[in-house]
Antibody, heavy 120, light 110 residues
Framework: EVQLVQSGAEVEKPGESLKISCKGT????????IAWVRQVPGRGLEWMGI????????RYSPSFQGQVTISADKSITTAYLQWTSLKPSDTAMYYC?????????????WGQGTLVTVSS | QSALTQPRSVSGSPGQSVTISCTGT?????????VSWYQHHPGKAPKLVIY???KRPSGVPDRFSGSKSGSTASLTISGLQAEDEADYYC??????????FGGGTRVTVL
């Protein structure tokens, strides 16, 4: 069974750094791109970026380029989303999602979400 | 990239049909037959219900159907059931390994 299991909720102060994770199991982790998607409270989904764990090729939405870093460690089948200096506006639920396969532009499995709260 | 435009909410009685529109541009919805739809119950992981505009993953009831005309895609839920009450998001491939989501539509079963 394909599963994406995300790390738990985080409460951080502005200016702090944070790295959240998404562990993929039940499939060949290096064969599928993993995307990160943000949902600000009361708002819709926003595509942040995507990584290919096989070679760490990473693409970012222009809205998030330079604001976050997406990475992956294929040895432990885990993708990451990190911030170096959090802002209150980063408060949101973050989802990871698996791109179905080569040439298939949709996300067939999603993590349960990680709630990040940034508040002083 | 601007978010795709969806109605904020639609509603219907059990057994009725509802249709959710998703309007983009020629750079996303209109440029590719690569629109997907996701059902999102609050507090749970989003679930794929339609991909490639019209295709349904195994396990998704056939009361969910998708279509597209020009730069507007649509999701229709026929024979509305109580468990269909959720938020629905469209998503389109926008070229160059980029994607854009819609703002989401709350479906209410009256």
């Amino acid at each position: 069974e394909v599963q994406l299991v995300q790390s738990g909720a985080e409460v951080e102060k502005p200016g702090e750094s944070l790295k959240i994770s998404c562990k993929g199991t039940g499939y060949s982790f290096t064969d599928h791109w993993i995307a990160w998607v943000r949902q600000v409270p009361g708002r819709g989904l926003e595509w942040m970026g995507i990584i290919y764990p096989g070679d760490s090729d990473t693409r970012y939405s222009p809205s998030f380029q330079g604001q976050v870093t997406i990475s992956a460690d294929k040895s432990i089948t885990t993708a990451y989303l990190q911030w170096t200096s959090l802002k209150p506006s980063d408060t949101a639920m973050y989802y990871c999602a698996r791109r179905a396969s080569r040439d298939q532009e949709y996300f067939d499995n999603w993590g349960q979400g990680t709630l990040v709260t940034v508040s002083s | 990239q601007s978010a795709l435009t969806q109605p904020r909410s639609v509603s219907g009685s059990p057994g009725q049909s509802v249709t959710i529109s998703c309007t983009g541009t020629s750079r996303d919805v209109g440029g590719y037959d690569l629109v997907s739809w996701y059902q999102h119950h609050p507090g749970k992981a989003p679930k794929l219900v339609i991909y490639d505009v019209t295709k349904r993953p195994s396990g998704v009831p056939d009361r969910f159907s998708g279509s597209k005309s020009g730069s507007t895609a649509s999701l229709t839920i026929s024979g509305l059931q109580a468990e269909d009450e959720a938020d629905y998001y469209c998503c389109s491939y926008a070229g160059g390994f980029s994607y854009v989501f819609g703002g989401g539509t709350r479906v209410t079963v009256l």
